[in-house]
Structure formats: C-alpha cells, structure tokens
C-alpha cells in the first residue's frame, strides 16, 4: 500500500527571512518616527493651551506671548523649540507659528519632514 506524502506545514526559512527583514524596516523607521510624533503633538498642545488661555489670562503684546510660549515650552521640556517658532502682530490679533524640519533616514534616502504649525489669538 503506498501512502501519499504529508503535505509540509509552516513558513520556509525565506518566508521567514523576508518577513524579519519588513519588520525591522518598520521597526526602524517607527523608532526615528514615534519621538517626531510625540514632539508635534506637544507642541499643538503649547498652541491649544495658548489658545484656550486667552480668554482668562489674556496677552495682548507679542512680548507677552512670546514669554508665555517659552514659559510652556520650558514646562514641557522642550528648551530646543525655543528658536523655532515666532510671534507676529497682525490685524487680526497675534500670530503664534512654529516651522521646523526634522530628517527620517529610511536608509535607501533621507526624507525631510517640515512641521508647520500656527494659531492666532484674537
């Protein structure tokens, strides 16, 4: 009597290899993205808390301002920011804007990330 074979079962060594090689990629780039992340969104809290602030502790001067923001900056230990945004007079009332780049190497190329981000307060 002769049986049939059974089939194989699992992932080939190749399967594997190309499988670790996509997961360290993203694991690669998630590490160099992740703290990017965390610092935009820490900074669009200082503009939220800027804003929601305005109403009970009013600025009215860009000096003003400006102090409040590194103020906020320093609470969130984020001294390096400080040089990276600006506060602007206009007609509508005051401009707050943080423009900055940072550089994610995806190894075959270095992409620049440019962060923008402003509120104005009335």
Known sequence: MNKLPAKQKGASAIGTII???VLGFAIFVGIQ???QMIESKSIGSVLRTMEETQAT???STVVDARNKVIKLLQINEMNDMIDHFTV???DGGIMISFSYDRELNLI???QVMKYRQKVRLR
């Open 108 to 110: 075959y190329k270095k």
């Open 88 to 90: 602007e007079k206009g």
């Open 19 to 21: 499988i670790l090689a």
């Open 33 to 35: 993205y992740v703290p």
């Open 57 to 59: 502790d009013r600025v």
